[in-house]
């Protein structure tokens, strides 16, 4: 079975700064996909990047990037220029590929802060 | 384009009551997906179905969950006779097909379930 680790309960970044988030995962596949989900105060869950494993090349959306290090089995978010609308928990996810390809395994969260 | 709508946005309910959560997925998807949120964790995957099917429903409890999805109206998550560690946040996501990688799962805001 897969399971996903965020070490980091809670962090906080002062507006503008940067912040990462880390994340680890234990699987024995090689094809499968990863996830960040933001899950702000209204407790809807948005996607905010997504990371196939077969791409050695980072994913970036905007502010957000991600650290693949696929030996490591580790996937971080970096949050760059952080904003205050950026409060929220944040969620890693791992996806298996092939036919089992839509059930979801999260990790416990972190939860961000952005202070003014 | 309506997304994915839940409802109730919050229920209460007293043990042993039941409790029956709404999921209308979004315009043309097909696929319904349930996940919990316990306090302080991540979401966990409670089951999968297409229109009339249950297709995986490995993280569902054995014993007073079910859930549907008829040929119309909206997916039922239904759970009879509730206990306290019932109380969670259900979430409900939909894809257009099975195979959700360059598609990715859209959730609604969730139900809160109270249990007293």
């Known amino acids: 079975a897969q399971t996903v680790t965020q070490s980091q309960p809670e962090m906080s970044v002062q507006e503008a700064e940067t912040v990462t988030l880390s994340c680890t995962y234990d699987?024995?596949?090689?094809?499968?996909?990863l996830f960040w989900y933001k899950q702000p105060p209204s407790r809807q869950m948005i996607l905010v990047i997504r990371q196939e494993a077969y791409k050695q090349q980072n994913a970036t959306e905007n502010r957000f990037s991600v650290n693949f290090q696929k030996a490591a089995k580790s996937f971080s978010l970096k949050i760059s220029d952080s904003q205050l609308g950026d409060t929220a928990m944040y969620f890693c996810?791992?996806?298996?590929?092939?036919?089992?390809?839509?059930?979801?395994?999260f990790g416990k969260g972190t939860l961000l802060t952005v202070n003014p | 384009n309506a997304g994915v709508m839940q409802n109730p946005r919050h229920l209460v309910r007293r043990r042993g009551q039941e409790a029956r959560l709404r999921c209308s997925p979004m315009k043309g998807h097909s696929h319904v997906y349930w996940y919990r949120q316990l306090p302080e964790e991540g979401l966990k995957f409670m089951v999968y179905l297409q229109k009339e099917n249950i297709i995986d429903e490995s993280g569902m409890p054995k014993e007073r969950f079910s859930a549907e999805f008829p040929k119309e109206g909206p997916s039922i998550l239904r759970i009879q006779q509730v206990v306290r560690g019932d109380s969670a946040a259900y979430f409900c996501a939909s894809s257009p097909g099975r195979q959700v990688n360059n598609s990715p799962l859209h959730f609604g805001n969730g139900t809160r379930l109270t249990v007293t």
């Open positions: 699987t024995s596949e090689n094809n499968y996909y």
């Open positions: 996810a791992f996806m298996m590929g092939g036919g089992s390809n839509y059930k979801l395994t």
